[in-house]
């Protein structure tokens, strides 16, 4: 098997839906195949579930290969909520809110695709999708924690750039 080198920085805000509103959402990297044969698709998975507080990292959309699984210590919104997934090489890293939440190195892998979705059949509304490189995305992430060190409200719905903590 070829060693492919990848990095990507995937981020997105999410709320779950209030009507038939799913439990949960992910952000994907590396899926090795889409269509009908998703559940069974390899790649890294990062599973948000706000309602309940917790995480879970995985290697297919199944839930079947479970690398990691956690409680959520950070702040948690019942409305949106940011998440991001960082992938270099064998290294994965994400949070929640600006909240670093794992690291760890993940099990050998090929080239794929990135994606986004609901953990079950409810609702749930997506918006700022962001794709960048690792080292975008590295310096976005120590950015949103040193502004988030220095202000109690990291929110940045109904907000112009001039009054949030991102400043392009």
């Known amino acids: ?15 779950l839906g209030d009507v038939n509103g799913t439990d949960g959402v992910f952000l994907a990297a590396l899926i090795n195949q889409g269509g009908c044969d998703i559940l069974t698709a390899d790649g890294i998975y990062f599973f948000l579930y706000p309602k309940s507080k917790q995480y879970m990292v995985t290697g297919n959309a199944a839930r079947t290969k479970i690398y990691e699984k956690g409680t959520i210590t950070g702040h948690v919104s019942s409305d949106w909520n940011r998440f991001a997934l960082l992938i270099k ?5 994400g949070g929640v809110n600006g909240n670093q939440l794992f690291s760890f ?46 202000s109690s ?3 940045l719905y109904f907000k112009s750039l001039h009054q949030s903590s991102y400043h392009p």
């Open 153 to 155: 409200d990291d929110t």
């Open 105 to 150: 190195l993940i099990p050998s892998h090929s080239h794929g695709f990135a994606g986004l979705g609901t953990a079950s059949y409810g609702l749930a509304d997506f918006d700022n999708l962001m794709l960048m490189s690792f080292e975008d995305g590295e310096k976005r992430l120590q950015d949103q924690q040193a502004n988030r060190k220095s």
């Open 1 to 15: 098997m070829a060693i492919y080198r990848t990095t990507i920085y995937i981020e997105v805000e999410a709320k």
């Open 89 to 93: 090489d064998n290294l994965a890293v």
